[in-house]
């Protein structure tokens, strides 16, 4: 196998452009180590989970159990909980809270920026993003921005109740409109638009990155999947973002200054008439969705990218079809940009156009079933080693596949019309965004760990984190497409006696499983807490992987490459190929290697 | 050197087989439940509820038979490749096959759903309302429906919203002191329809976003403020059921609910008789 070691003993290290940083502070908390910027988005991303995890499980004890107070929660949060007694507007601020941190701090930080941080420029063979300070600001820029949007649980009435996707005029009026919606609301807003900011630096970074810092021989044609994944990603969000923040803007102005961007004329609210005139609510929803579906892929892309890295590593097979698969993600990225308006079908907006977004919405699951059927075909007649990283692999798209099929429902106009506002529609999106992703994030951390800290993690934990976690999401999230069926409506905080009461057997069955899930997630936690103290010291390529993050030691030095800069002769599909170190060429071997059988 | 797994091929091919068992049954299940109907649409009192649960119906099917289909398919490659300590296979034929039986298979289907699908959300939102429909002016507000009849003058009055005040059940902001037209209009806090005749809503909100949604009629639409917005049905049986509101609209969302009563003609000419007295 070909080493760093081995290399530098060959080569004269090349001149580096950083030094390694000095003191604690500069090391690890204002760090320009795109290493350590991962990692803490990934910490950000963790603590963000588990507060919106934690939300869900009181949101789900009280649709169980109505009538009974929550355990606990009245000694944490006696000013909106007295008693554990949850108040309909409580739960719809626990709700906008779990959404806004779930799709934002965590689905959009951790598969994306934190993964990528970190193993983008070592895939590429670079010793840095190409903006560090950028990069810097970005992760503390979205840490200011959760703090900003945590802050407002402590602020009188606390946080907004107007769900992740702010609908004006409810978010735009202040707080006549309900507990929550004047200082949380603007909070929520000012939250936001700091997380754009930190977003718009994250992306021009990648791409900068990507196309500026490649090594000597890593064309397009050899970049892992993954860092095409995240380059796509990037591009995505550039554009996603760039549309959300003037939108925040908008909003806060109408709040704070009296404009009337989304507020139309002669609205009474709380008995107020309201004093503006000729905004437009869809406005707000247009744009708020023009980046919120672009946004389904942000969360999403990075985990296609991470399982076809990691599969062909765990199947010892060449990926099927790469450059297909290339493509398929580069068509999503472009068509995420057309489908939009399926979240607005019954908003008002002409009829007509709901047929216009409904066509590139079905269309964009083509390239989703092409990418699906890959993974498959390279499974087939593979060596497949069960590691956990496979694994969540595996659950990757099992869960994938459930949820984008029951897409294949809500994007027709004519059934959204009946499960719009259901359920069904909290089903799938937890499916294919929130637990497919998740899966990758899983995933992702498996197999990154060694690298990232040095230590293996401990398979036997990862695989009962693996199981109790597969059974978990199924058992939680597939029941809700049954309610969703019967027309059970989601965002209310019970059911009165006359509605929908019947359905309230499977909101406990979903609530246990929903605790069960989470319960499993302390089995993930102990194995972080314990690999990375008690963890088997990890080798360079623990995975016979061939991208070059695994060509330097467990973990980089700071450089990423001790100096050298690394020259690739090989793509990262050479899987069963018979070579000195096995059944793999790693994209650092000499050209001379045997060559690839596919 | 480290093995990246604490397995041996055996134990690998047990977890593979757990995993594809686990995949199997929750796929079959699942499939199971669905096709049971034990949770399923509600019974449909509407003439435009056949078509949506037949486009409901075909999309089952077809996502129903690519779910197991793709679920059994992971399982067993799952189950063939764990463990498996021969050559490796490379997919016969390469990815194009699947490349083109996924374009053809989901194509087709896209097409065939997009065709049927735009024809009934045709008849539900771009085919023009009949003449004899009833007309009826809704209105949402933080948390309560209210529903305005023309009265015996077939007019209704024009709102005002400085003059809203609900305290005084003046819902609307009407102006009967200088509006004839308003003064016999008919407030209600229920929907009351004759059955076997078009029914045209023209919604509007006095403050925030809410939505209209009646499941045994298949209807949902939102209220946008600032937006008049018409939408037409025709009931087709006698019922009572339940319109709730689905736009999150503030902390008594939950509560936001109004009945549909389906009278037959004579009961609903009475019931307007009754009410314009009041």
Same mark, same amino acid.
């Given at each position: 196998? %070909?080493?760093?070691?081995?290399?530098? *003993?060959?080569?004269?290290?090349?001149?580096?452009?950083?030094?390694?940083?000095?003191?604690?502070?500069?090391?690890?908390?204002?760090?320009?180590?795109?290493?350590?910027?991962?990692? @803490?988005?990934?910490?950000?991303?963790?603590?963000?989970?588990?507060?919106?995890?934690?939300?869900? &499980?009181?949101?789900?004890?009280?649709?169980?159990?109505?009538?009974?107070?929550?355990?606990?929660?009245?000694?944490?949060?006696?000013?909106?909980?007295?008693?554990?007694?949850?108040?309909?507007?409580?739960?719809?601020?626990? $709700?906008?809270?779990?959404?806004?941190?779930?799709?934002?701090?965590?689905?959009?930080?951790?598969?994306?920026?934190?993964?990528?941080?970190?193993? !983008?420029?070592?895939?590429?063979?670079?010793?840095? $993003?190409?903006?560090?300070?950028?990069?810097?600001?970005?992760?503390?820029?979205?840490?200011?921005?959760?703090?900003?949007?945590?802050?407002?649980?402590?602020?009188?009435?606390?946080?907004?109740?107007?769900?992740?996707?702010?609908?004006?005029?409810?978010?735009?009026? =202040?707080?006549?409109?309900?507990?929550?919606?004047?200082?949380?609301?603007?909070?929520?807003?000012?939250?936001?638009?700091?997380?754009?900011?930190?977003?718009?630096?994250?992306?021009?970074?990648?791409?900068?990155?990507? !196309?500026?810092?490649?090594?000597?021989?890593?064309?397009?044609?050899?970049?892992?999947?993954?860092?095409?994944?995240?380059?796509?990603?990037?591009?995505?969000?550039?554009?996603?973002?760039? %549309?959300?923040?003037?939108?925040?803007?908008?909003?806060?102005?109408?709040?704070?200054?009296?404009?009337?961007?989304?507020?139309?004329? =002669?609205?009474? %609210?709380?008995?107020?008439?309201?004093?503006?005139?000729?905004?437009?609510?869809?406005?707000? @929803?247009?744009?708020?969705?023009?980046?919120?579906?672009?946004?389904?892929?942000?969360?999403?892309?990075?985990?296609?990218?991470?399982?076809?890295?990691?599969?062909?590593?765990?199947?010892?097979?060449?990926?099927?079809?790469?450059?297909?698969?290339?493509?398929?993600?580069?068509?999503?990225?472009?068509?995420?940009?057309?489908? &939009?308006?399926?979240?607005?079908?019954?908003?008002?907006?002409?009829?007509?156009?709901?047929?216009?977004?409904?066509?590139?919405?079905?269309?964009?699951?083509?390239?989703?079933?092409?990418?699906?059927?890959?993974?498959?075909?390279?499974?087939?007649?593979?060596?497949?080693?069960?590691?956990?990283?496979?694994?969540?692999?595996?659950?990757?798209?099992?869960?994938?596949?459930?949820?984008?099929?029951?897409?294949?429902?809500?994007? @027709?106009?004519?059934?959204?019309?009946?499960?719009?506002?259901?359920?069904?529609?909290?089903?799938?999106?937890?499916?294919?965004?929130?637990?497919?992703?998740?899966?990758?994030?899983?995933?992702?951390?498996?197999?990154?760990?060694?690298?990232?800290? =040095?230590?293996?993690?401990?398979?036997?934990?990862?695989? &009962?984190?693996?199981?109790?976690?597969?059974?978990?999401?199924?058992?939680?999230?597939?029941?809700?497409?049954?309610?969703?069926?019967?027309?059970?409506?989601?965002?209310?905080?019970?059911?009165?006696?006359?509605?929908?009461?019947? *359905?309230?057997?499977?909101?406990?069955?979903?609530?246990?499983?929903?605790?069960?899930?989470?319960?499993?997630?302390?089995?993930?936690?102990?194995?972080?807490?314990?690999?990375?103290?008690?963890?088997?010291?990890?080798?360079?390529?623990?995975?016979?992987?061939?991208?070059?993050?695994?060509?330097?030691?467990?973990?980089?030095?700071?450089?990423?490459?001790?100096?050298?800069?690394?020259?690739? *002769?090989? =793509?990262?599909?050479?899987?069963?190929?018979?070579?000195?170190?096995?059944?793999?060429?790693?994209?650092?071997?000499?050209?001379?290697?045997?060559?690839?059988?596919? | 050197?480290?093995?990246?797994? +604490?397995?041996?091929?055996?134990?690998?091919?047990?977890?593979?087989?757990?995993?594809?068992?686990?995949?199997?049954?929750?796929?079959?299940?699942?499939?199971?439940?669905?096709?049971?109907?034990?949770?399923?649409?509600?019974?449909?009192?509407?003439?435009?509820?056949?078509?949506?649960?037949?486009?409901?119906?075909?999309?089952?099917?077809?996502?129903?038979?690519?779910?197991?289909?793709?679920?059994?398919?992971?399982?067993?490659?799952?189950?063939?490749?764990?463990?498996?300590?021969?050559?490796?296979? #490379?997919?016969?034929?390469?990815? /194009?096959?699947?490349?083109?039986?996924?374009?053809?298979?989901?194509?087709?289907?896209?097409?065939?759903?997009?065709?049927?699908?735009?024809?009934?959300?045709?008849?539900?939102?771009?085919?023009?309302?009949?003449?004899?429909?009833?007309?009826?002016?809704?209105?949402?507000?933080?948390?309560?429906?209210?529903?305005?009849?023309?009265?015996?003058?077939?007019?209704?009055?024009?709102?005002?919203?400085?003059?809203?005040?609900?305290?005084?059940?003046?819902?609307?902001?009407?102006?009967?002191?200088?509006?004839?037209?308003?003064?016999?209009? +008919?407030?209600?806090?229920?929907?009351?329809?004759?059955?076997?005749?078009?029914?045209?809503?023209? /919604?509007?909100?006095?403050?925030?976003?809410?939505?209209?949604?009646?499941?045994?009629?298949?209807?949902?639409?939102?209220?946008?403020?600032? #937006?008049?917005?018409?939408?037409?049905?025709?009931?087709?049986?006698?019922?009572?059921?339940? +319109?709730?509101?689905?736009?999150?609209?503030? #902390?008594?969302?939950?509560?936001?609910?109004?009945?549909?009563?389906? #009278?037959?003609?004579?009961?609903?000419?009475?019931?307007?008789?009754?009410?314009?007295?009041?």
């Amino acid at each position: 196998m %070909v080493t760093v070691s081995a290399l530098l *003993s060959e080569h004269p290290p090349a001149e580096s452009h950083h030094h390694a940083p000095e003191g604690w502070i500069r090391k690890y908390v204002f760090s320009l180590d795109h290493k350590v910027i991962g990692k @803490q988005y990934l910490g950000l991303g963790l603590v963000a989970v588990l507060t919106g995890m934690v939300l869900s &499980w009181i949101m789900r004890y009280h649709l169980a159990f109505p009538d009974k107070p929550v355990p606990l929660i009245g000694l944490i949060a006696p000013t909106f909980a007295a008693g554990g007694v949850i108040t309909p507007e409580f739960y719809l601020q626990l $709700m906008t809270m779990h959404g806004t941190i779930m799709v934002f701090f965590v689905l959009t930080t951790a598969p994306f920026a934190g993964f990528g941080n970190f193993v !983008l420029p070592l895939q590429i063979g670079a010793e840095d $993003m190409a903006f560090p300070r950028f990069n810097m600001m970005s992760f503390w820029v979205t840490f200011v921005a959760f703090v900003v949007l945590v802050a407002a649980f402590f602020v009188p009435d606390g946080p907004p109740l107007s769900g992740w996707t702010a609908y004006a005029p409810l978010s735009a009026v =202040g707080k006549g409109a309900g507990p929550g919606e004047g200082l949380g609301q603007s909070l929520w807003v000012v939250s936001i638009g700091i997380f754009c900011i930190g977003q718009l630096l994250g992306s021009l970074n990648f791409i900068a990155t990507t !196309l500026d810092l490649r090594t000597k021989g890593m064309t397009l044609a050899r970049l892992p999947y993954s860092t095409w994944a995240w380059f796509i990603t990037a591009m995505i969000g550039l554009i996603a973002f760039s %549309v959300l923040l003037p939108a925040c803007v908008l909003l806060l102005l109408d709040r704070v200054a009296g404009t009337s961007f989304f507020i139309p004329a =002669g609205l009474v %609210v709380s008995d107020a008439m309201q004093p503006h005139s000729g905004g437009s609510p869809l406005l707000w @929803q247009h744009l708020f969705w023009f980046f919120g579906h672009p946004e389904v892929y942000i969360a999403i892309v990075p985990g296609f990218g991470i399982v076809s890295t990691i599969l062909p590593a765990v199947c010892r097979k060449p990926h099927l079809g790469p450059r297909v698969l290339i493509a398929c993600l580069l068509a999503i990225a472009g068509l995420s940009y057309m489908v &939009w308006g399926h979240h607005m079908f019954l908003s008002g907006m002409s009829p007509t156009s709901a047929t216009l977004f409904s066509v590139p919405t079905l269309i964009i699951t083509i390239p989703a079933a092409i990418i699906t059927l890959l993974w498959l075909g390279t499974i087939y007649g593979s060596k497949l080693r069960l590691t956990t990283a496979a694994l969540f692999c595996l659950g990757f798209v099992s869960v994938f596949v459930t949820g984008g099929l029951s897409g294949f429902f809500l994007s @027709q106009p004519s059934i959204d019309t009946y499960l719009h506002g259901t359920y069904f529609v909290v089903g799938h999106f937890h499916f294919v965004m929130g637990v497919a992703a998740m899966f990758g994030i899983f995933a992702g951390t498996y197999f990154w760990f060694p690298k990232m800290f =040095g230590r293996m993690m401990n398979e036997t934990l990862g695989k &009962w984190h693996f199981a109790l976690t597969f059974l978990g999401v199924y058992a939680t999230f597939m029941p809700m497409h049954w309610l969703g069926l019967e027309g059970n409506v989601r965002r209310y905080s019970s059911f009165p006696a006359d509605y929908m009461h019947g *359905s309230l057997a499977l909101h406990r069955f979903i609530t246990f499983a929903a605790l069960f899930l989470g319960a499993a997630q302390l089995i993930f936690l102990v194995n972080l807490l314990w690999s990375r103290l008690r963890g088997p010291a990890a080798p360079e390529n623990p995975w016979e992987a061939t991208t070059l993050e695994w060509s330097t030691t467990s973990p980089p030095p700071f450089d990423n490459f001790g100096g050298v800069h690394p020259v690739v *002769s090989h =793509g990262p599909n050479e899987y069963g190929v018979a070579s000195p170190h096995g059944d793999y060429i790693m994209q650092i071997d000499p050209p001379t290697a045997a060559p690839a059988a596919a | 050197m480290f093995r990246p797994t +604490i397995l041996t091929p055996g134990v690998e091919k047990a977890v593979g087989k757990l995993f594809a068992a686990a995949v199997a049954v929750i796929a079959l299940v699942s499939a199971g439940v669905f096709l049971s109907h034990t949770w399923w649409l509600p019974p449909d009192y509407s003439t435009l509820g056949l078509e949506i649960d037949n486009q409901v119906f075909e999309t089952m099917i077809f996502t129903g038979t690519l779910f197991v289909a793709a679920q059994l398919a992971l399982a067993a490659f799952v189950l063939q490749a764990s463990g498996r300590t021969s050559d490796i296979k #490379l997919f016969p034929g390469g990815p /194009m096959p699947l490349v083109a039986l996924a374009t053809v298979i989901v194509g087709l289907e896209v097409l065939s759903l997009v065709f049927v699908g735009t024809k009934v959300w045709a008849n539900i939102f771009l085919a023009p309302v009949e003449a004899n429909a009833v007309h009826i002016d809704v209105q949402a507000g933080q948390f309560a429906f209210y529903f305005r009849y023309a009265g015996p003058d077939g007019k209704f009055g024009v709102p005002h919203p400085e003059k809203i005040d609900e305290g005084n059940s003046n819902f609307f902001g009407l102006d009967p002191q200088n509006d004839t037209a308003a003064r016999d209009d +008919i407030v209600s806090a229920s929907l009351v329809v004759p059955v076997d005749r078009p029914i045209l809503l023209t /919604m509007h909100s006095k403050d925030v976003g809410h939505s209209l949604f009646i499941p045994q009629m298949r209807l949902q639409q939102d209220f946008v403020p600032g #937006l008049i917005i018409p939408v037409h049905f025709t009931a087709t049986g006698l019922t009572k059921t339940e +319109i709730v509101c689905t736009q999150l609209c503030g #902390l008594g969302h939950y509560n936001m609910r109004a009945y549909l009563e389906v #009278l037959s003609k004579d009961d609903f000419a009475k019931w307007l008789t009754d009410q314009a007295g009041q």
